[in-house]
């Protein structure tokens, strides 16, 4: 922004300096004398008017200053443009959009970021087809977001018990987060006693997991791939915690049981659980256009300005262009699976599954190995650990 107001101020300075009047001003009084002259002496020598204009180069000095004002003109759109950025309008042609596709992504927008009464104002307005449920589950969601910003752990515990198969099918650490969120409290509150029991049931849960003997929800604990989860060395530090129960804040593990810190990590860890749960994406719809647009558009812009009519026309038709554009790991996504077992490609009637391991195979490989059982274990091809079909999780490409 300093560069354009310096930029600025010299266009600024360059006009106000601009001699172009008052040489047409001596040009006139130079003119007038001449003639006064002409009319006293018939017989004056043009040649010597002609002298006098040469010396005062009105022309000359005219074009001059100009040119030096279109300079710092130019320089003044070039610091903009840097700062503005280049126009976007040829990078998206007029190629037109589906009104109702459009709508519906504004809609999801502001259920997913909570705006629910200008969703329903929007989405009445427009007569768009809602789903009550997903508008229900997702107003649970913000609830529960908001009591974890008070410190209440009760909803988002008890949220995790209801999800907790599938939370471990999809190996999430959010069991995991809540009960170190909840144990974190209890030890600041003084309440040591409860903490120990806190902690003693999610390491009961988490090896009946391991073993393999719980079937369904209870506890908050049971974070997915059991065997994982019985080695993870926070479990460790939240047992030495305990030892420093009376001065948790001045203790070597202060840093872990950090409210502040874990409320914040366990408040976006549950949005994306509960999205998940929802079969929605990770983020607001818009937000992710607008991000993957901050990345794209400038290059797609620089592009345009190269092709010109030759990249409306590579739009239009839906060809690809020549520009490779990396937006990074999270808007990365693959739209086809080949089992590394059969080495086959995944099609609807043979789709990806994840094991609770969290390695994937075909579902047609997975049933081979289980022998065609949904409730047999078998072993992984890649870890120790062994899953069943009931428990495989069926990916959507």
Same mark, same amino acid.
């Given at each position: 922004m300093d560069a354009i107001l310096t930029a600025a101020a010299a266009v600024s300075k360059k006009r106000r300096l601009d001699p172009t009047l008052q040489k047409v001003d001596e040009l006139l009084d130079l003119l007038e004398g001449w003639r006064a002259r002409h009319a006293s002496s018939p017989g004056l020598d043009i040649s010597a008017l002609h002298e006098t204009l040469s010396k005062l180069d009105a022309r000359g000095t005219v074009q001059g200053h100009h040119r030096e004002l279109v300079s710092a003109a130019t320089k003044l759109g070039k610091a903009a443009d840097k700062v503005i950025g280049p126009s976007l309008e040829n990078a998206i042609p007029h190629l037109g959009f589906d009104p109702a596709l459009v709508n519906a992504a504004i809609h999801q927008h502001l259920l997913?970021?909570?705006?629910?009464?200008?969703?329903?104002?929007?989405?009445?307005?427009?007569?768009?087809? +809602?789903?009550?449920?997903?508008?229900?589950?997702?107003?649970?969601m913000h609830a529960v977001r908001?009591?974890?910003?008070?410190?209440?752990?009760?909803?988002?515990?008890?949220?995790?018990?209801?999800?907790?198969?599938?939370?471990?099918?999809?190996?999430?650490a959010l069991p995991f987060e +809540?009960?170190?969120?909840?144990?974190?409290?209890l030890l600041h509150a003084g309440d040591t006693p409860a903490a120990l029991r806190l902690l003693r049931g999610y390491v009961d849960e988490l090896t009946s997991v391991t073993s393999g003997t719980c079937g369904g929800g209870g506890g908050s604990g049971g974070s997915g791939g059991g065997a994982q989860s019985s080695?993870?060395?926070?479990?460790?530090?939240?047992m030495g915690a305990l030892a420093y129960a009376q001065r948790i804040d001045n203790s070597p593990y202060a840093d872990m049981l950090d409210e502040q810190v874990l409320r914040a990590r366990l408040s976006r860890l549950f949005t994306r659980e509960c999205l998940a749960v929802l079969e929605l994406p990770r983020g607001a719809p818009l937000a992710a256009c607008v991000d993957a647009g901050m990345i794209a558009l400038p290059k797609l812009a620089k592009l345009a300005s190269v092709?010109?009519?030759?990249?409306?026309?590579?739009?239009?038709?839906g060809s690809t262009l020549p520009l490779e554009l990396?937006?990074?790991?999270?808007?990365?996504?693959?739209?086809?699976f080949t089992c590394p077992i059969s080495k086959e490609a995944a099609t609807p009637s043979n789709p990806p599954v994840l094991l609770p391991c969290g390695h994937v195979l075909a579902l047609g490989s997975a049933t081979k190995l289980a022998r065609g059982s949904r409730s047999a274990h078998f072993k992984c091809p890649y870890c120790p650990a062994e899953g069943t079909i009931a428990t495989a999780q069926v990916l959507t490409l």
């Open positions: 997913v970021a909570g705006r629910f009464d200008v969703a329903e104002c929007f989405g009445r307005e427009l007569e768009l087809a +809602v789903c009550p449920e997903q508008i229900s589950a997702l107003r649970e908001r009591s974890l910003e008070e410190g209440d752990s009760g909803p988002i515990n008890q949220w995790t018990l209801w999800h907790v198969r599938r939370l471990r099918q999809r190996g999430s +809540v009960t170190l969120f909840r144990f974190s409290q080695v993870d060395p926070r479990v460790s530090r939240m092709l010109k009519a030759k990249y409306v026309t590579i739009c239009e038709e990396e937006l990074g790991p999270r808007f990365t996504s693959h739209s086809t």
